[in-house]
Nanobody
Framework: VQLQASGGGLVQAGGSLRLSCKAS????????IGWFRQAPGKGAEGVSR????????YYADFVKDRFTVSADNAKNTVYLQMNSLKPEDTGVYYC??????????????????WGPGTLVTVSS
């Protein structure tokens, strides 16, 4: 199981970025894919999640109506469209593969497989 996030960069507040998470060694139906982020000096926090096996998505309150998670099964890739970015969205963003059935969809221990992150910097 391997995951590779990409698409990070520097953007001004109010701008947009689209992150990609390329999965290999499994198909997207096998696991839920979560997006997490870690701001400087802080712990990781769950941002969003998608499960292509049942079409479900989940968002943290602080990104609802701004971020959209989607998947392209043919490309085995999950996307995170981030709009109306704020300086507090700055951090390293990671994608992770985890359990489909969970009562805690953005709880990082539910995700055994993690890829290297991509840095998102939002300037004010």
């Amino acid at each position: 199981v391997q995951l590779q996030a990409s698409g990070g960069g520097l953007v001004q507040a109010g701008g947009s970025l689209r992150l990609s998470c390329k999965a290999s060694g499994f198909t997207l139906d096998d696991y839920a894919i979560g997006w997490f982020r870690q701001a400087p000096g802080k712990g990781a926090e769950g941002v969003s999640r998608i499960s292509t096996s049942d079409g479900s998505t989940y968002y943290a309150d602080f990104v609802k109506d701004r971020f959209t998670v989607s998947a392209d099964n043919a490309k085995n890739t999950v996307y995170l469209q981030m709009n109306s970015l704020k300086p507090e969205d700055t951090g390293v963003y990671y994608c992770a593969a985890g359990h489909i059935l969970t009562i805690n969809p953005l709880h990082s221990p539910e995700y055994p497989y993690w890829g290297p992150g991509t840095l998102v910097t939002v300037s004010s």
